[in-house]
């Protein structure tokens, strides 16, 4: 199967690994620069088929390379999103001058991500793996009056919530919870995702609740839910 070649350049690690976790590795071959001229040098080789590339940058700024890239008449056709922190107007100025086909700010918000990226490959949709864990979650638009409940299933993406303290589809909220084999607790952003209502049951196999999708999560977040999820598979089931 033909893998699409994507280049992930950032001097900060922390960034690439969590650009990393956005792709499926079965889709894509994904190359990693740490540097202006490295990632000049990979894409005159490996011809990606899009970059994603930090503005701030050792030895060649972001602006200057995406410049450079777009002046080659050989190479101006690969899409390059840029990748900058904050919303300071004169980085925005600097990416669209040096021609960027688009700007993504950190931190990264991971539903605005997938939607950019699509715009330019063909990235499908896949839901992720959703274990049974019994959590309790502390959810709400109010960070400071948080509604109570507990979790049917948990993934890297989200969880279903068990509950007739319903909200409507698309209501953006916190959501906390803690995973009690590692004592770490998740704050995030997320919104509702759908709703199992009690005179409409999108999936009569789960109790009435919400299905709630992480937004905006950390990275170590993230981490932390994949490596418990891993442990609880590993269990013996009896």
Request: aromatic share 8%; proline share 5%.
């Amino acid at each position: 199967m033909h893998k699409r070649k994507v280049l992930l350049v950032d001097d900060v690690q922390l960034f690439l690994e969590q650009e990393k976790t956005f792709f499926n590795r079965n889709d894509f071959e994904l190359l990693l620069a740490r540097s202006g001229s490295e990632a000049i040098r990979i894409i005159r080789q490996e011809k990606p088929e899009l970059v994603l590339m930090d503005l701030y940058m050792p030895e060649i700024e972001g602006d200057r390379c995406c410049h450079m890239i777009k002046s080659d008449k050989d190479l101006r056709d690969i899409p390059i999103i840029m990748v900058t922190a904050g919303v300071d107007e004169d980085d925005f100025e600097r990416c669209w001058q040096a021609g960027c086909d688009d700007i993504i700010t950190k931190p990264i918000n991971r539903h605005y991500f997938l939607a950019i990226i699509r715009k330019y490959l063909p990235l499908p949709e896949r839901k992720a793996p959703r274990f049974i864990a019994r959590l309790r979650v502390h959810y709400g638009r109010d960070r400071e009056k948080l509604l109570a409940d507990y979790s049917v299933n948990v993934s890297t993406g989200g969880l279903f919530v068990e509950t007739f303290n319903l909200l409507p589809t698309g209501t953006e909220l916190t959501i906390e919870f803690i995973l009690p084999t590692q004592e770490t607790t998740i704050r995030c952003e997320g919104k509702v995702a759908w709703v199992n209502h009690p005179e409409l049951m999108k999936n009569p196999a789960l109790p009435v609740g919400m299905g709630l999708q992480f937004v905006t999560i950390a990275f170590d977040d993230m981490n932390a839910i994949r490596e418990f999820i891993k442990k609880e598979t590993l269990l013996p089931s009896w």
